[in-house]
């Protein structure tokens, strides 16, 4: 019998290329220590940059190309004070019929071209009963279900030019950068829609049914369809990461409730807290 071994297209080398490229379009403002993936309907993050330079998805050599309403389809470059910033206006999903390998691509890219911090932002739904759509979740820790059952970013042969074979994923979002957050939070007087909580992963594009919210409640605070596989591979290969989640939504726990969600609500959600979220962003990139 053959055996088949899944293998990430996206080798060193391939990646090495794409920052290469990347770092001579930029040139003009300088490689980037932070990098900023923006979620659905919260691109306006890239609004905090300065003296920007802005290119296509399609305009970069074997970078996939976002398809979904709320992301725009561009990595701009600029600056945040004085920190070197690059921002993904959209990012890659599973549902839209990428591989791990490619959603996770930009993170990878990113740490060649000098960053050392991630801030991976997303709307999501809100299990927690205690949460209310526009409250911003902090992210401590994870549920990679996707990961879990098989998807996982960090499937096939490891290089170890990246990280170790088993990396430790209990940190995966850094304490200090979560405390600075919460800080900032105060110092700009919205801690009060400020929460911290487990993140869990789906791959969608469905929503979640009534049972399986109510399965995902006992044990995470927000359900989403993105982060966890950025997060995974920004740790393994040894970024800092922060990680932001704006409720838009609070999930749906009973099969006969006549309430439906969809993207449009979370598009609108996410319009309204714009502003909380780019200055908390901007503040603590700024710091860095």
């Known amino acids: 019998m053959i055996s088949v071994q899944e293998v990430n297209p996206y080798t060193y ?30 691109q306006h993050l890239s609004k905090s940059l300065t ?39 959209g990012r890659f999903h599973s549902y839209e019929g990428y591989s791990q390998f490619a959603v996770t691509l930009p993170v990878r890219v990113a740490k060649l071209m000098g960053c050392e911090t991630l801030v991976v932002t997303n709307a999501a739904g809100g299990l927690n009963p205690k949460f209310q759509v526009g409250d911003i979740m902090l ?34 979002y850094t304490p200090e950068h979560i405390t ?17 909580g487990t993140y869990l992963y789906t791959s969608g594009p469905c929503y979640e049914t009534p049972a399986e919210a109510r399965l995902f409640a006992t044990f995470a605070d927000a359900v989403g369809m993105s982060t966890a596989p950025e997060a995974v591979v920004a740790h393994h290969c040894g970024m800092k990461t922060v990680g932001l989640t704006l409720v838009t939504n609070c999930v749906i726990t009973r099969r006969d409730s006549a309430e439906i969600p969809t993207h449009e609500e979370v ?22």
């Open 267 to 288: 598009l609108g959600a996410a319009d309204k807290t714009a502003q909380d979220m780019q200055d908390l962003v901007s503040k603590f990139v700024a710091r860095q």
């Open 180 to 196: 600075a957050m919460e800080e900032i939070a105060q110092e700009l007087g919205i801690g009060q829609v400020i929460r911290k």
């Open 51 to 89: 003296d920007q330079v802005s290119v296509d998805y399609k305009d970069v050599p074997h970078f996939p190309v976002s398809t979904v309403e709320g992301h725009a389809g561009e990595v701009v470059f600029g600056k945040i004070g004085s920190t070197n910033v690059m921002c993904m206006r």
């Open 139 to 172: 992210i401590e820790d994870h549920i990679n279900w996707v990961g879990n059952a098989g998807m996982n970013p960090l499937r096939g042969p490891n290089d170890p030019r990246w990280g170790p074979r088993f990396p430790a994923t209990g940190q995966c």
């Open 13 to 42: 080398e391939l990646v090495q290329e794409i920052a290469a490229n990347l770092l001579d379009k930029c040139k003009a403002v300088g490689a980037p220590s932070v990098l900023i993936i923006c979620g659905s309907g919260l």
